[in-house]
């Protein structure tokens, strides 16, 4: 299991990435790891007793560029229970690329159900070993609406630098 820092403007947050039942998940999060793309993003969407949003958004909320989109392995097994990582996406179920978010609690309504367009589900490919102070504190952060994005914090949560642990 790979782990990666995520060292933020509000402290460290270190995850476990599941590569053995989420390898496509973990592949592309290590992808963007290694190549630099989270540094300089924001944690841009916050729901209090819901989730933290990021890995996709500068500051002033602009779009950055991502890749290829990945297939949706929500039927992995894996569940959207607190402190896990699990890939945003939109309406179609296989569009995840960049932008993640960690759970703050038990969010049993993202888990896969089935093959179809309700059932896809969220997947999980990681969870939160240190750091979930942290995230509880992203989760008391005042937020505004944005450039059309709601949920947005008032001051800019940065992702300074996002590092892969070597086991």
Known sequence: MSKVIISTTMGDITVELDDEKALIGAEN???YVMEGFFNGTLFHRII???MAQ????LPGMEEKESGAPIENEADNGLKNERGT????RTGDPHSATTQFF????DNSFLDHSGKNPQGWGYAVFGKVVEGMDIVDAMAGVETTTRRGHQ???IEDI???KATLIED
């Open 102 to 105: 960690i759970n703050l609690k």
């Open 151 to 153: 949920d947005v914090p």
């Open 48 to 50: 209090p007793n819901f």
């Open 158 to 160: 940065v992702i300074n």
């Open 29 to 31: 999060f290590i992808h």
């Open 54 to 57: 990021g890995g996709g958004m």
């Open 85 to 88: 990582l699990a890939y945003a």
